[in-house]
Each structure stands twice: as structure tokens, then as C-alpha cells.
């Protein structure tokens, strides 16, 4: 990992973020660069009327004082970069984040009535992007990462997708764990069997990482995952995002958008 993209609108949570991306830079050898759209959508009728979406200066001169801040107490390479953009903000920065290895993203969670059922920006980003993001919630300080909780219906799926949380575990900790969390609405002896193959198979290739494994039985996905990890103390949650099929995309969008509306701790997504 060699390049990190931070977006940022100077709110409280942004700024965090982009503590928390030049710490990781510092720590693992990347270069950040800090990213500010000025969307069409993002503002009012009149003033888009008016065509201030198009006046950046006056946020390229506060993006680049923000810039040579991190460079001056962080001591990495920092770049800024403000778009005007007729897009929504969510591509505006998934088509960005396509020359980069990460995105870092502050979250406040769901604030108002339409982000709690329609997704937050950090969740539209993740659904926007081909490229992992690390969400940092609002009032979660840097620290190292060396437990991570990765809930993931392996069984269900057939499959354990663990190379792409290898290569990020690799770069975050000299030695991290990786519980794989299951959460089933019961217990079947073939379902068992199944799990215990795909969990050998999975032992065999994560030579890197230490790879335990855990099922929960609860129709209560959410809340049982967002209780495990907090139960358990893990440092980050890792999810998965799939495409097989339109049922399995629905239930892990929804997934997906409600514990990146809740959780107090880093939430780490990429696809399979």
C-alpha cells in the first residue's frame, strides 16, 4: 500500500480521519493525499444557481494550509486536491480513489432520519468504490490494529475471500489475528461439516495471519456482530462486499450500511 485518498469537508470527523490516515501513512511508508469535492448536489438550489460550486480557491488555500500542517507534525508526503464535480459526492470520490490503494473516511454515523434508512456518505462511498475504505468513526482515536473480527457467511458463500484482508493485515501490525465470525439463525450438522472444510482450506493459504474462527446462532445479525467485537475488545471489524446474486447483495448492503451507522470503532470494507 503506497498511496492513501482522505476526503474531507473540514467537519470534526473529517479532520479525525485525516489524523488518523497520516498516522497510518507514517506508520506503513504511504503518501496521503487529502480530498475535498465541491459537489453540485451538496448544495443549495440558489447557490448552484449562482454557481458557487464553482468558486474552489478559497478550499484549495484551506485544503493546502490543512496539508502543509500534516507534513509539518506528521513528517510524510501530503498532497491536496479540490474537484469541482456534477456528480454525486459518492463517485466523485470512488472515480478518484481508483488511482489509490485506500480510502480513509471520517463517519459521524447516521445524524438525521433519511441517512439511517438510505445509507450515510461513507456508505454510499463504499458502494460506490472499487477500492477498500476504512471507516473511522467520529471520536476513535489511531491506534494499532492487532485483532480484527471479519464477519463473513463463509459457509453460505462457499468460500473464504481471506487474501484481500491478508495483504491489509500485513501493513497495519507485525502480528495480527483474524477471528472469522458466522452468525446463523441455527445449528445444522451439515452445515458444520461444510464450515470445518472451507475453515481447513482457509488455515492452509493465511500463512501470514492468525486465523481463528467463531459462529454466533442469532437472527440478530447486526447487533450480534457490533456485540462481538465489542465484547471481545477486537481493534477493527472487517466486512466483504459480494455480488452473486441479487438476494445475497441486498442482505450484505444492508449489512453493510447499518454497522457503518453504528459502530464506535474502525470498520475496515472491501470487495471480494
Not at 85 to 94: E, F, P
Not at 162 to 190: F, M
Not at 240 to 248: A, D, R, T
Request: proline share 4%; glycine share 2%; net charge negative.
Amino acid at each position: 500500500m503506497k498511496k492513501i485518498l482522505c476526503p474531507t469537508d473540514f467537519s470534526e470527523a473529517a479532520d479525525q480521519a485525516v489524523a488518523y490516515s497520516a498516522k497510518l501513512c507514517k506508520k506503513i511508508g504511504a503518501e496521503l493525499t487529502l480530498f475535498n469535492v465541491q459537489s453540485i448536489f451538496s448544495l443549495p438550489p440558489a447557490e448552484v444557481i449562482k454557481g458557487k460550486f464553482l468558486a474552489t480557491e478559497p478550499i484549495s488555500e484551506r485544503l493546502e494550509e490543512q496539508c502543509y500542517k500534516v507534513m509539518d507534525i506528521f513528517k510524510i508526503a501530503c498532497l491536496s486536491e479540490v474537484k469541482p464535480s456534477n456528480k454525486r459526492l459518492s463517485d466523485s470520490i470512488a472515480d478518484r480513489a481508483k488511482d489509490f490503494d485506500l480510502i480513509v473516511m471520517g463517519t459521524n454515523g447516521a445524524d438525521d432520519y433519511h441517512q439511517f434508512f438510505f445509507g450515510t456518505n461513507s456508505y454510499q462511498v463504499i458502494r460506490a468504490s472499487s477500492v477498500p475504505v476504512l471507516l473511522i468513526p467520529q471520536g476513535c482515536g489511531f491506534q494499532d490494529i492487532s485483532t480484527i473480527v471479519f464477519a463473513y457467511d463463509y459457509e453460505h458463500e462457499n468460500k473464504l475471500p481471506i487474501e484481500q484482508l491478508t495483504q491489509w493485515a500485513k501493513l497495519i501490525g507485525a502480528k495480527v489475528e483474524v477471528t472469522v465470525l458466522q452468525v446463523k439463525e441455527h445449528y445444522t450438522r451439515d452445515a458444520e461439516l461444510r464450515s470445518k472444510a472451507i475453515q481447513e482450506s482457509s488455515q492452509i493459504h493465511a500463512t501470514t495471519i492468525d486465523v481463528n474462527f467463531d459462529t454466533i446462532y442469532s437472527d440478530e445479525v447486526i447487533s450480534s456482530i457490533n456485540s462481538y467485537v465489542l465484547r471481545n475488545e477486537a481493534d477493527a471489524l472487517a466486512l466483504c462486499s459480494v455480488n452473486p446474486s441479487i438476494i445475497q447483495t441486498l442482505f450484505h448492503k444492508s449489512v453493510i450500511k447499518e454497522l457503518s451507522a453504528i459502530v464506535n470503532y474502525p470498520l475496515f470494507v472491501f470487495h471480494a
